[in-house]
């Protein structure tokens, strides 16, 4: 069942593992790029004036150097990426979200494409999913207490959040012969 629950994950590790090593380096350094613009978007933009925004910008990306690397090597670099810093960078993006909902902005068109990828792929590792499902339950549980409305979204995504261990274990029952 473990096994099965990161199935996303390693796939995706089989790809790159079998990929020319520059496509890895080049989506990984993505992931970095993703991790410091969710930190800045986050904690940092609404915070931040005209005069401290490229210093914000340039806190965020050094907070990426902060990351446990070690991990990394451990696991071997492709697995280790994929499923400590890829999952790290979905996290951080399927909050966006949140963030956007208390400061009243509206999503984009193309963010409603992209959180719901970004959740079901956090959401196959176990920590992710359960900082996640934490969130979600805090927010539900805050807005009922406060009386304030939540965007539908954030019910959606929850939903994509707690249904993401059972699509695993539906996908071993239906297996063809």
């Not at 590790?13 to 800045?40: E, N, Q």
């Not at 207490?145 to 695993?168: D, T």
Request: glycine content about 2%; aromatic content about 16%; charged content about 15%.
């Amino acid at each position: 069942m473990w096994l099965e629950f990161r199935r996303v994950l390693f796939r995706s590790a089989a790809i790159f593992t079998y990929l020319p090593s520059v496509l890895w380096k080049l989506a990984d350094s993505l992931m970095y790029l993703l991790i410091a613009y969710c930190i800045y978007t986050l904690f940092l933009k609404n915070n931040s004036s005209k005069d401290s925004e490229d210093r914000d910008k340039m806190l965020a990306c050094i907070a990426t150097i902060f990351l446990p690397l070690g991990l990394i090597v451990s696991a071997g670099y492709v697995a280790g990426s994929v499923n400590y810093i890829w999952t790290s960078a979905m996290l951080l993006t399927s909050i966006i979200p949140f963030q956007k909902h208390f400061t009243n902005q509206k999503l984009k068109k193309w963010e409603y494409f992209v959180y719901p990828l970004a959740t079901i792929y956090a959401c196959n590792q176990e920590q992710s999913l359960s900082l996640l499902l934490t969130f979600h339950v805090l927010l539900i549980c805050y807005s009922f207490l406060r009386k304030i409305k939540l965007n539908k979204y954030i019910y959606i995504q929850f939903l994509l959040s707690v249904s993401s261990p059972l699509f695993p274990t539906v996908s071993i029952c239906f297996k063809p012969p």
